[in-house]
């Protein structure tokens, strides 16, 4: 890697992450009726195999200090593909979903992104096997990896806010973010039924957690 090594690298397969970026061939839109599934491949995410993402996100978290997140320049300059020129435009669709309040956490500003919070939003998205996704989502649960960690544990500190997310990314987040690009024309659900659906996220959870305990 060309900048300090502060951040977590992508634990993957024999893959040369730090290679040329290509783009994998984009989805053929018309064919696909749900709004929410169109708007998800609409993005540039599933062009992009996700060891290559996994270390372009951590090269961009390094050059904006390692910090715990990144912005759409830093992405820009390591996304730099066609899929992902939407980048440099910081009103396309893609930036505002990135820069949405799906993809922050506390103290961060209005340009930052939320580095953890878009590899689990890589995870759900890139292309990648599922030995690549289940290696990236423990590397995220267990701080410094195979390296340091062995196993997960039901009480490990980042299982809580990581599953709600995942969950929210499947759910909420997507309808919001249909919304917002115009793919729909008005909320599918009420508040009230995203609270509903969202509270029942913490039984799922209990299922969630039973193969780990």
Known sequence: MGADQCCS?????NLAVDGPLSDLPASNL????DPFIKF??????NRTL????MHRITEAENKCGCKGFVTLAALRNQLNTPAWCELADPVSILSQTLL????KSPNLAKDQIDSKWLRVWSILHCSGSVTDKSNELFCILQDGGFEKHELITAGD????PVWHKICEFATSAVFEFTLSAGMVTSAVYTEDEIGSLLNYVEYLKEDWLQPIY
Request: hydrophobic share 35%; charged share 20%; glycine share 0%.
């Open 9 to 13: 690298e992508s634990h993957q397969s």
């Open 30 to 33: 018309n064919s696909i009726d």
């Open 40 to 45: 998800e491949a609409s993005l540039p995410f």
């Open 50 to 53: 996700l060891p290559m993402m």
């Open 100 to 103: 949405s309040q799906a993809f």
């Open 157 to 160: 500190k980042d299982l809580d």
